[in-house]
């Protein structure tokens, strides 16, 4: 099925010509539905890029190439690609980084990667209350990041989330959320929701927060990014019985 562009931001004046000493990160995200893609210039954003649906492993990189020649920027003078590693969806997860880390060593470029609870709490507006990252995981629980952006993900039901907060007021911030702030309420929590999805610009402005030299020297020490994921690979069998794999 045709991809349907639902959000799509594009440089007012043509094209800028880099200049010496500039930023320029490219960030991807397909870590929960559908794709975002946006280039970044020093913070500031050229083009952006966000389609909902499915075959991303299809429609990526066409996207990419599309918010490239709006932004007006060729592959050869990006400095950094910015990536999400999940939580989130198995498939766009593995798409998602897969196609970062061939564009990073391609490009020889350095690879940053990012939990998507991170950008969304990053993203949040209401940063008056206590900011819940929630995603669900279609399995009956949510994969979930309490406070700060740098707070490590964990896969929790609403009432083990409920226990966490111990009462807490906050904003849960995610992808259809609805359903989890009601069960929230109806366990006692103060919460409110702010549905959004995750914002490719806020990928890349994340990713370029530690500088370019810093992604360079972890990549070289740790490797390239590696997949975020709280459990094992839920697959269908032939007789249509689920299963979760390691």
Not at 195 to 200: G, I, L, R, S, Y
Not at 215 to 236: D, H, K
Request: a neutral charge.
């Amino acid at each position: 099925m045709p991809s349907r562009p639902i959000e799509r931001q594009r440089l007012a004046d043509g094209p800028i010509d880099p200049e010496p000493g500039m930023s320029l990160v490219l960030a991807l995200d397909c870590a929960i539905s559908g794709l975002g893609v946006a280039v970044v210039r020093d913070g500031a954003c050229l083009a952006s890029l966000r389609e909902e649906g499915r075959d991303q492993a299809v429609r990526l990189f066409p996207a990419v190439s599309s918010v490239l020649r709006d932004a007006g920027v060729a592959r050869h003078e990006l400095s950094l690609i910015g990536v999400t590693i999940g939580p989130g969806s198995f498939t766009g997860v593995r798409v998602g980084l897969a196609a970062a880390r061939g564009l990073a060593v391609g490009l020889g470029v350095p690879l940053a990667g990012l939990a998507t609870t991170s950008v969304l709490i990053a993203q949040a507006a209401q940063q008056d209350r206590l900011v819940v990252a929630a995603v669900d995981s279609r399995l009956g629980d949510w994969f979930c990041a309490i406070g700060e952006a740098a707070q490590a993900p964990f896969a929790a039901t609403a009432d083990e989330l409920a226990r966490r907060l111990n009462a807490r007021s906050c904003v849960v911030v995610g992808p259809d959320v609805g359903p989890l702030v009601a069960q929230l309420a109806a366990a006692g929590v103060d919460a409110k929701a702010e549905v959004a999805f995750v914002d490719p610009v806020a990928v890349a402005r994340l990713a370029l927060a530690p500088g370019i030299d810093a992604w360079r020297t972890r990549n070289a020490s740790e490797g390239l990014p590696r997949p975020l994921y709280l459990r094992g690979v839920s697959i269908t069998l032939p007789d249509g019985a689920r299963r979760t794999v390691d």
